[in-house]
């Protein structure tokens, strides 16, 4: 049973190369995990895995706090997760990070392991934005071509965008709040920047896509992934039924535009090693 997990993330990897049968599941890339502190006594890495599997999500986008728990699964799964390293050694690092020099150099001696495909998830504010440690990690996202994952509205991302406009940009829930006009007009705007879509309920609300949203995933469907958030450990006992409601509006798009969205936008910017 140990090595299950991992065989059930090769295996999806092989079932997307094929491509999916037309009126089944899709498989997904989720953009939007953690495994952090607070989850490892109500979940193994095992389990976390065996979670993501049952819910279709062949490969996944992780961030933990601390980092330790990206390794856990990164280890177990190197072709199945994507690592991404958070800035955050504790909870308290949150709300200081982009100030504290001490996190610069926690980050900068994480990356040499050299598996890191972005940092982030990280939370800022629009002032500060030319914080000395968001500085630094836009040279370091540009010496590695690596992305950063910003949970931020539609204005701090459109500073980062302005200020940074070498560093490729992952923002975490469409903004939260940011509408699908406001986030159409940033993408045509700015080329190096992506959408994931995690915990935007709205994107179909009462189960049927918003026109607004659609309109939106026809004409840049190259650029939006999605996610489910498991920011809390409860969060990981409703993962499969997160994953069902996306499911629902993705097979509401056209199969070529749901096929992007769901995993192929995550293969070809994060492709397995």
Request: glycine residues 6%; positive net charge; hydrophobic residues 45%.
């Amino acid at each position: 049973m140990r090595h299950g997990p991992r065989v059930l993330l090769a295996l999806g990897l092989l079932v997307v190369a094929a491509g999916p049968v037309h009126g089944q599941a899709l498989q997904i890339f989720d953009a939007h995990i953690h495994y952090s502190q607070s989850d490892w006594d109500a979940l193994t890495p095992e389990r976390a895995l065996s979670v993501l599997a049952r819910a279709n999500v062949f490969r996944a986008l992780v961030s933990s706090t601390p980092d330790d728990g990206t390794l856990k699964l990164y280890d177990r799964s190197p072709r199945g997760i994507v690592p991404f390293l958070r800035p955050y050694r504790n909870r308290g690092d949150m709300a200081t990070w982009p100030h504290d020099a001490t996190v610069a150099t926690y980050v900068e001696e994480r990356l040499k392991r050299g598996i890191y495909r972005g940092i982030g998830e990280f939370h800022l504010s629009a002032s500060d934005v030319e914080a000395p440690v968001v500085k630094r990690f836009a040279v370091l996202a540009e010496q590695r071509n690596i992305f950063w994952q910003a949970h931020v509205d539609d204005v701090t991302v459109e500073k980062l965008l302005t200020l940074y406009p070498r560093v490729r940009i992952l923002w975490a829930h469409a903004g939260m709040s940011a509408s699908a006009d406001t986030v159409a007009r940033m993408l045509d705007r700015y080329p190096k920047l992506w959408v994931e879509l995690a915990l935007r309920l709205d994107v179909a609300p009462g189960g049927q896509l918003d026109p607004a949203w659609r309109t939106v995933f026809v004409k840049y469907p190259d650029r939006f992934m999605v996610g489910t958030d498991t920011w809390i450990t409860s969060r990981w006992e409703t993962l499969r039924d997160s994953m069902q409601v996306i499911q629902e509006w993705l097979a509401q798009l056209p199969r070529g535009v749901a096929e992007q969205i769901a995993y192929k936008n995550g293969e070809r910017l994060f492709p397995a090693p």
